[in-house]
């Protein structure tokens, strides 16, 4: 099966600078590649997500790029606010659109952004 | 948000007893799904749902069983809870983009 593996596990960053996030997968067939955020208490929530036919994607001050080769993948926050502090998780999917997206989740990266 | 609901959002239980948690969805999604989340391992999917009546198991289903008798809900099933299920359980669900969305989370505690 799929494994994905997620690093930093913590990440603490000044306001104002740029956060990276790193995950590999180890399945070559896996296709789809969200980021969630959750903050202390909260559920999930989807940020940005990635198709393997797309090798970055943007979003405002997020962005998520993808390296099918080396089968990693990045998620980049840049002019990072304190709002930003929270969990972010990496998932990895193999499914065809119009089937079950079964994810597999990275283990989470605690980002800090102190004043 | 308010398309996924779960219920219970805590329950505490004793070892042995059986445990159902409800998921409900309004968004006319197709696909549903449970995951437990604990520390050091993030999200891990325990069975999904791909229609009425239609489901299979995900990468942590021992000791778990689920049911689906309509589109909105989605039951998870602890037959006899154990101590190891200590968790919180997210169901989540997804149309035909793929792109999943959560429910707010139950939060179980198995004495």
């Known amino acids: 099966g799929e494994n994905v593996e997620q690093h930093p596990s913590t990440l603490s960053v000044q306001e104002g600078d740029s956060a990276v996030i790193k995950c590999t997968y180890s399945?070559?067939?896996?296709?789809?590649f969200p980021w969630y955020k959750q903050e202390l208490g909260k559920r999930p929530q989807l940020i940005i997500d990635i198709r393997s036919n797309v090798g970055e994607k943007k979003d405002q001050r997020i962005a998520v790029t993808l390296n099918k080769t080396a089968k990693h993948f990045s998620l980049h926050i840049t002019e990072t606010q304190p709002e930003d502090s929270a969990v972010y998780f990496c998932a990895a999917s193999s499914s065809l659109t119009g089937t079950a997206s079964k994810l597999t989740f990275g283990t989470g990266t605690r980002l800090q952004v102190t004043l | 948000d308010a398309g996924i609901t779960q219920s219970p959002r805590h329950k505490v239980t004793e070892t042995g007893t059986p445990v159902t948690l409800r998921c409900h969805q309004t968004?006319?999604?197709?696909?549903m799904y449970w995951y437990r989340q604990d520390p050091g391992h993030g999200l891990r999917l325990i069975h999904y749902?791909?229609?009425?009546?239609?489901?299979d198991k995900g990468e942590v289903s021992d000791g778990y069983s689920v049911s689906r008798s309509k589109t909105e809900d989605f039951l998870l099933t602890l037959e006899s809870a154990t101590s190891s299920q200590t968790s919180v359980y997210f169901c989540?669900?997804?149309?035909?983009?793929?792109?999943?969305?959560f429910g707010p989370g139950t939060r179980l505690t198995v004495l």
């Open positions: 968004e006319n999604h197709r696909y």
């Open positions: 989540a669900t997804s149309g035909e983009g793929g792109e999943q969305f």
């Open positions: 399945d070559s067939a896996s296709n789809y």
């Open positions: 749902s791909y229609g009425v009546k239609d489901t």
